[in-house]
């Protein structure tokens, strides 16, 4: 008999929780809330019952996990294999997964082993009396299909990190705690990890990039005046479709309606006049800091740190400045 649970499948990497798994939780809780169910997590890993707590303090009712050795490190035919059997014993409504790469993969193989249906890309999600209610976008959130689930079978939804709130306000709940034992055969996991190499902020796409420097028309021609910037924080170069027109950036880097939405940690925007064409992309930033000569600037509506001066004054003295902090705390 299949529960009320509402899952999500909360990824650690390195026994740190990824940020996408407390947006996850909120959804959760939203689509309890409408089938008076319970919103839940699981949790592949190893060591990982530092996370337990955190995700209480997000509204998780109960979490199911497996903490294995051979989970330390994410393998496709291992993590499919441990929630297989979770989710065959357990049977929730539905399972949330992060459209993050390893999310998407593992949403795509749990789906066929176990001939269960996924939705990708979610955007909107309502309880209905016939059944659930549900949108994706497609070809870059220009078409959106529309979906009505009849529930009878555990379903499969992935979310984009930018689709996700984790700024709820919640009140902690006490936790049930469900351990799972695995369910490897050894000669069946095929591939393991190795080793990790952190993505070049350079080439990663704008979607998951943590930091942004983005710059607008103000910038002028001259780009390498950011790449800087970028390269001293760690960040991903984007832009406004003026600088994309101007052939200074790849289409790839534009951010706003005709190009990507993003979510960073924190994003720099220099230059930007903040037309809606640009900021339309950038809404789900933690943090947005904004530098424009000019003090009437639209850009600064949706700052939270509003600098007024010239960018190729702030920007070499902002340069200068991180690289002796960086040279101290060697």
Known sequence: MMSREIWIFAECRKQVLTPAAFGLIGEARKLARGLDGKPCACILGSGIRECFSLLGDRGAEKIYFVDDEILSEYSLDAYTQALEGLVTEYKPLTIFFDASSSGSELAARISWRMRLPCITEVKRIDVEKEGL???????????????????????????????????????????????????????????????????????????????????????????????????????????????????????????????????????????????????????????????????????????????RGDLKEIIPALVKRLRQYKENNK
Do not use: W
Request: proline share 5%; glycine share 8%.
């Open 133 to 307: 209610a549900i949108s994706r976008s497609c070809y870059q959130d220009r078409v959106y299909q529309n979906f009505l689930f009849h529930p009878g079978r555990t379903l499969i939804l992935t979310v984009l990190p930018e689709d996700l709130d984790s700024n709820e306000n919640i009140v902690p709940v006490d936790m049930e705690l469900v351990e799972a034992k695995p369910r490897h055969a050894m000669d069946r996991i095929r591939t393991r990890s190795i080793n990790f190499l952190k993505g070049d902020p350079k080439k990663i796409s704008l979607e998951e990039a943590d930091i942004i420097v983005a710059g607008g028309k103000g910038i002028g021609k001259d780009a390498l005046i950011l790449e800087e910037l970028a390269d001293v924080l760690g960040a991903s170069l984007g832009g406004t479709r003026p600088l994309v027109d101007e052939r200074i950036l790849a289409f790839e880097r534009q951010i706003g309606i005709t190009g990507k939405t993003v979510s960073p940690r924190a994003l720099f925007a220099f230059g930007v006049s903040g037309a809606r064409e640009f900021t339309a992309g950038t809404e789900k930033a933690k943090l947005t800091i904004a530098v424009n000569t000019d003090e009437k600037a639209p850009i600064f509506k949706n700052a939270d740190l509003k600098v």
